[in-house]
């Protein structure tokens, strides 16, 4: 089975917050993360398994996406080790996204 992986960063954020984990999405942010759902779904890439860092700004990201593009009943793993992790580390958590995740 072909899959697809869809890499984003997140949206617009705040310059600063009490830590870098807590900086939230802007207004404009928010908006150009919604802007990127209606593209996923009027592009027919709507996933329907999400990786996702802990981080506040990456949740928020998520959470604005996945109402535009109607996802928001997909499987979501908000994940430390995609904030903290090494390249290989990440690789590793996203190796371990259900095998039933279809593109």
Do not use: N
Request: aromatic share 4%.
């Amino acid at each position: 089975m072909s899959r697809r992986l869809i890499v984003m960063r997140h949206a617009k954020a705040e310059p600063f917050a009490a830590t870098d984990h807590a900086r939230r999405l802007t207004e404009r942010g928010l908006e150009c993360a919604r802007d990127v759902g209606r593209h996923l779904l009027e592009s027919g890439l709507v996933p329907d398994f999400a990786l996702v860092s802990s981080a506040l700004r990456t949740r928020e990201t998520w959470a604005e996406v996945a109402r535009a593009c109607g996802a928001t009943d997909v499987q979501v793993s908000y994940d430390d080790t995609v904030f903290t992790g090494s390249p290989d580390v990440v690789l590793e958590a996203i190796r371990g996204a259900p095998e039933d995740a279809s593109p």
